[in-house]
């Protein structure tokens, strides 16, 4: 009950958080002029310019922000898109549910790879501390952590993709995300996105569990009778693995707004890539709306780490007295 | 018991000394001071040690590498475009690694064109023996002359507007420094009919269409080029004192254009060199250590003037952090309470908006340069995280005795804040201060790379602009992306090395833990 008690306060919080910083931004995007010069003239132009009126475009901005709203939960309408060429006139919304797929589908496979392998190494080079493997792991995990993702996007690029040719340089143009071409295609930038987890994880998982490993429970456990590598499986990996999960589950929640970086690399059709447009392109509606999402992503992300941390391991429940 | 049992007589109390003063027994050993000891054990760990001694390196060459070189960031010599690193010192031992030169392999007619290059300047184009290699593309055996190209050499001539002034004071460098500048001009009518080959001053040899509208080099009897040049008919007013083929009479040394100007050919290098030496800019001939970009800026330089800008500015936004949080921190820390409340939640509101989109709405509402756009957003988003470890470490000292002895002793506020609990804090602001450093030149980097902050002005570049150019170029020429991403790279794994070596060693608990 005080769980849930405590829950609800956190949800409020963020969601105060979050309307404070949104109806901000809202108010600071609607001061400047709508943008419609890269429209040009003529009945496309007539068009966007009917399209924003009909929105409300030019009313006093308390009264601009009701009928957004009002739009967005009655329509699911988030306005339309005026500066890019490829979307003028498409609404936002569909636009970005066309993009979200490429996203979502290359932050999963290279958290299906980041997850084992980075506690895998991690476990491993606990388990041989201070012997070749743990330095070798440590070494390699600081520079993965260190080395910025471009450098080493570029590097996958340039050895695997175009001296030994073995996958294609960019992703594959459509909609068939699921077959193996596809799949080929999206596989640098998964690695490149995954390099970086791994070392996260592994970095992680080693200071955990050793840790653990040299707390006094494990010295029951071993005088109790148990073999080593049972009380290391029993007791020591199960409590190492307390604050390791909640970051996973952050993880999974925040594959959703995906890597600038990586998507402009490997010309991934993402939601990062849309984001990154709109910006330089000035596209207003498309603005507020993707900043929405990542804002609303990355609270909901850290909420939700903090909150497993109290679900999973009792003993921590953050708001308790 | 009574308490007359215990009483003993006045005469029992002896002095235990009569000195003058008591003392305790003298340490023998020297006390340690809290910076002392973080140095002794920042010393033992060699990782830290030695990442230090780069990032002194990478801060040197970001302030002295500037200064080395004739070359500034507003330089650009598209002639010179694309041409590849060079160490004068392996050009010249003839080791075929970082010398300028470029490993290529290409068919019969662009190797004839290099060789041609060649005998024109009578400089080495070819570096090394071309070697036949059989390639099959397309299902189609080709054979390929792989050899090692000199980037530099292989410029060639080319053709350039010049005035009737300037050309006059061109032939007059010629005839000073007897040194061959200005080549003898082809014939108009015998120059290449393909398009894209008209202006081509390197092609002064015979041609003909081939197929696919390509040239085709024509030899005479003996295997050697056709020249065209243009047979002399006085129209230069010029005879070049440097002997062509021993006489200088024989050809036209540039062609009348409207406006009282000349086109003249030139031998590139040459002309680079007169040119230089007529602005007196220091350049003296084309050589370029990180070789070149795109439109032919140096790399060095704007890597060096890159990096120059991004640690002033990591500094300054670090330490503007650093003054503003800790003072933010101390007060709410020592106030808590209802103060600390408010000020907390205005911290949670500010961290958690994304970056992006700070830096986008500051953008759009202010016209002013990318630099103090960057700068506030930083200062914004940045300065909590100081606030934070400030206020903990508050939490943490200020209900300890000696500060109630400060109190009782009447001690103001201010000065039980800055003076008795904030030094506690001092060790863990370094470390985080530092380790803001690579954090602002990550996200500067990224920014500039994905072109949402443009640095690049006059004689302003940075990092992250020099490795987008180099991506677009990445599977061509990929030196263009390869020493920024060294750069960065190695600065980044120093400053995690250096910072973690920094926390132990402000970590008063890990004393004495190694011996």
């Known amino acids: ?321 | 018991m009574k308490a007359q049992d215990y009483k003993i007589s006045a005469e029992k109390f002896v002095f235990h000394s009569t000195g003058d003063n008591l003392h305790d027994s003298k340490l023998e050993t020297k006390p340690v001071s809290y910076l002392r000891d973080a140095l002794h054990r920042f010393t033992r760990n060699k990782a830290s040690i030695v990442a230090a001694v780069i990032i002194a390196v990478l801060i040197l060459f970001a302030l002295i590498g500037p200064v080395l070189t004739p070359y500034t960031v507003a330089y650009e010599d598209v002639n010179y475009a694309f041409v590849l690193p060079k160490l004068e010192l392996f050009r010249n031992l003839g080791i075929h690694f970082w010398d300028g030169g470029q490993t290529k392999e290409v068919n019969k007619i662009t190797f004839d064109q290099y060789k041609a290059i060649e005998e024109e300047i009578g400089r080495e184009v070819i570096m090394t023996e071309p070697k036949i290699v059989k390639r099959e593309y397309m299902g189609k055996t080709s054979e390929l002359y792989s050899f090692r190209l000199d980037t530099y050499n292989a410029v060639g001539a080319k053709y350039v507007l010049l005035t009737n002034e300037k050309y006059l004071e061109l032939q007059k460098y010629q005839d000073e420094h007897n040194i061959q500048v200005i080549l003898p001009i082809t014939d108009p009518k015998l120059r290449p009919e393909a398009e894209q080959e008209k202006n081509n001053a390197n092609i002064w040899y015979k041609t003909e269409l081939g197929g696919g509208r390509k040239i085709q080099i024509v030899f005479d009897e003996n295997g050697d080029f056709i020249p065209i040049y243009k047979a002399n008919d006085g129209t230069d007013n010029y005879t070049s004192k440097m002997l062509w083929e021993g006489d200088s009479k024989l050809y036209n040394y540039a062609e009348p254009m409207s406006g009282n100007s000349w086109n003249v050919r030139v031998d590139y290098r040459e002309y680079y060199t007169y040119i230089h030496l007529k602005t007196g800019d220091g350049i003296k001939e084309p050589s370029f250590i990180f070789g070149t970009n795109n439109a032919g800026k140096d790399i060095f330089v704007g890597l060096a003037s890159g990096a120059r800008f991004s640690f002033l500015l990591a500094i300054i936004v670090a330490s503007v952090n650093l003054f503003v949080g800790a003072i933010y921190g101390s007060i709410e820390g020592y106030y808590g309470g209802k103060i600390d409340l408010v000020m907390e939640r205005i911290i949670d509101l500010l961290s958690a908006i994304p970056f992006m989109i700070v830096i986008t709405l500051l953008k759009y509402h202010f016209s002013v340069s990318h630099v103090l756009i960057l700068f506030i957003s930083f200062f914004l988003t940045g300065w909590t995280s100081m606030a934070g470890r400030t206020r903990m470490q508050f939490y943490r000292f200020k209900n300890q005795e000696y500060v109630l002895v400060a109190r009782t002793l009447g001690a103001k506020d201010s000065r039980i804040m800055f003076k008795h609990i904030f030094p506690n804090a001092i060790g863990t602001l370094i470390t985080s201060c530092v380790l803001v450093i690579p954090g602002v030149i990550f996200s500067e980097t990224s920014l500039s790379y994905l072109g949402i902050i443009n640095l690049n002005s006059g004689n302003l570049t940075s990092v992250g602009t020099l490795l987008s150019t180099g991506q677009n170029y990445l599977f061509t020429y990929p030196h263009m992306i390869v020493f920024p991403a060294v750069f960065i790279s190695l600065l980044m794994l120093c400053f995690n090395l250096f910072g973690n070596g920094l926390r132990d060693a402000f970590n008063p608990s890990l004393r004495g833990t190694e011996e």
């Open chain 1, 1 to 321: 009950m005080y769980m849930f008690k405590y829950i609800c306060k956190r949800v409020a919080l963020m969601l105060t958080t979050f309307i404070i910083i949104f109806v901000t931004c809202f108010v600071l995007i609607k001061l400047l002029p709508v943008d419609t010069t890269s429209v040009g003239v003529g009945e496309d132009a007539s068009k966007i310019i009917a399209q924003l009126e009909s929105r409300g475009y030019t009313k006093p901005i308390p009264e601009q922000f009701v009928l957004y709203l009002r739009r967005i939960f009655i329509d699911g309408d988030f306005g339309i898109g005026v500066n890019m060429p490829e979307y003028r006139g498409q609404p936002v919304w569909d636009v970005f549910i066309e993009k979200l797929p490429p996203t979502i589908l290359i932050n999963i496979y290279s958290s299906l790879l980041a997850v084992p392998l980075g506690i895998a190494l991690g476990i491993l080079a606990a388990l041989k501390k201070n012997k070749w493997q743990d330095h070798t792991i440590s070494t390699t995990v600081m520079v993965f952590i260190s080395v910025p993702s471009f450098v080493y996007a570029s590097l996958l690029l340039f050895i695997v993709c175009f001296k030994l040719n073995l996958l294609p340089k960019a992703m594959n143009a459509g909609f068939d995300y699921f077959s193996w071409s596809m799949f080929k295609s999206m596989l640098p930038a998964v690695f490149s996105l995954s390099f970086g987890s791994i070392a996260g994880y592994a970095r992680y998982t080693r200071a955990e569990l050793t840790e653990v490993l040299t707390s006094e429970f494990m010295l029951l456990a071993r005088t109790k009778g148990l073999t080593k590598s049972q009380a290391t499986v029993r007791h020591a990996l199960r409590n190492s693995m307390v604050p390791i999960f909640p970051s996973i589950i952050g993880e999974f929640i925040s594959v959703l707004s995906g890597s600038l970086i990586i998507e402009k690399i490997f010309s991934i059709p993402g939601v990062g890539g849309l984001y990154l447009t709109a910006i330089t392109a000035k596209d207003y509606d498309f603005f507020m709306m993707l900043s929405g999402f990542y804002l609303l992503v990355s609270l909901v992300a850290g909420l939700v780490i903090d909150l497993s941390y109290g679900i999973i391991d009792p003993r921590i429940r953050m708001g308790a007295k």
